[in-house]
């Protein structure tokens, strides 16, 4: 059985921590394609957050527009950008390719493939939520990092690995990171 091949970009919003875990879950099962803005590169550090330790299968520049990711017959089962800025979102609702998140992106909802934007931020402007529509319509999954508190969460990783279980479920990887609602008390 030929494992899942995902790509996952970092990009400079806060939240790395949302990346790590998502990484070190995927890596377990499946190939991973690594992109990380040099923002994101500043946010982990100044987060506290290491990316290094995850054992992806490439590391792409994000400047390198040539990389296999960047082209429509790269085969991969979708892609994940976690955090996403919103100049992130920007770009991807608007096709703006300046970049190789921005331009893998692209490609991802060109051929029909699942692109997740797990966004990062706080209040949120009417272009943010424009263009979270935007993004929407042309056929990404918009989730904010929002976890629930239905399981009781005890610790910053609980209340990460909520989050991170969405967006393995939109990914259709089956796991058991985060407890599932029941209806029942907790």
Same mark, same amino acid.
């Given at each position: 059985m030929t494992r899942k091949n995902f790509i996952v970009a970092v990009t400079g919003a806060s939240g790395i921590i949302?990346?790590?875990r998502l990484l070190h879950e995927l890596?377990?099962?499946?190939?991973?394609?690594?992109?990380?803005?040099?923002?994101?590169?500043?946010?982990?550090s100044m987060e506290g957050v290491s990316l290094e330790d995850c054992e992806v299968t490439c590391i792409h520049k994000a400047d390198d527009l040539a990389a296999p990711v960047a082209s429509g *017959?790269?085969?991969?089962? &979708?892609?994940?950008?976690?955090? $996403?800025?919103?100049?992130?979102?920007?770009?991807?609702?608007?096709?703006? *390719?300046?970049?190789?998140? &921005?331009?893998?992106?692209?490609? $991802?909802?060109?051929?029909?493939?699942?692109?997740?934007l797990v966004l990062r931020e706080m209040p949120l402007s009417r272009v943010h939520i424009r263009n979270m529509l935007?993004?929407?319509?042309?056929?990404?999954?918009?989730?904010?990092?929002?976890?629930?508190?239905?399981?009781r969460p005890a610790t910053i990783?609980?209340?990460v690995d909520t989050v991170v279980a969405r967006v393995l479920d939109h990914l259709k990887v089956p796991h058991n990171v985060s407890k599932r609602w029941s209806g029942q008390n907790a």
């Open positions: 949302y990346a790590q890596c377990r099962t499946a190939q991973v394609q690594l992109i990380v803005s040099e923002t994101g590169r500043r946010v982990a *017959s790269f085969m991969h089962d &979708g892609m994940v950008i976690v955090p $996403c800025s919103m100049k992130t979102l920007s770009s991807v609702a608007h096709g703006y *390719s300046s970049n190789l998140i &921005g331009r893998a992106a692209d490609v $991802c909802l060109k051929e029909k493939r699942p692109c997740i935007i993004a929407d319509e042309a056929g990404a999954i918009v989730m904010v990092a929002s976890p629930t508190f239905y399981n990783e609980d209340l």
